[in-house]
């Protein structure tokens, strides 16, 4: 599991999954918005498995 994220995306992935996330304790309150931990969990972690099969790297460093 490589870095296959940029810096800039990781820090947009975590607070739209937070927004996302939050959508399950306050405005319609669905269960669907757990769905947004998949991008805070990309995020903290770097790697994205879709990206990996896709053969896509917005990662700057080697």
Known sequence: ???NIGKTERILRVIVGLII???AFV???SPW???GLVPVLTGLLGWCP???ML???TCKKK
Do not use: E, K, V, W
Request: aromatic share 12%.
């Open 21 to 23: 996330t939050s959508l």
């Open 27 to 29: 405005g319609p309150q």
């Open 55 to 57: 053969g896509i790297n």
């Open 1 to 3: 599991m490589t870095c």
């Open 33 to 35: 918005a757990y769905l």
């Open 50 to 52: 879709p990206y990996a």
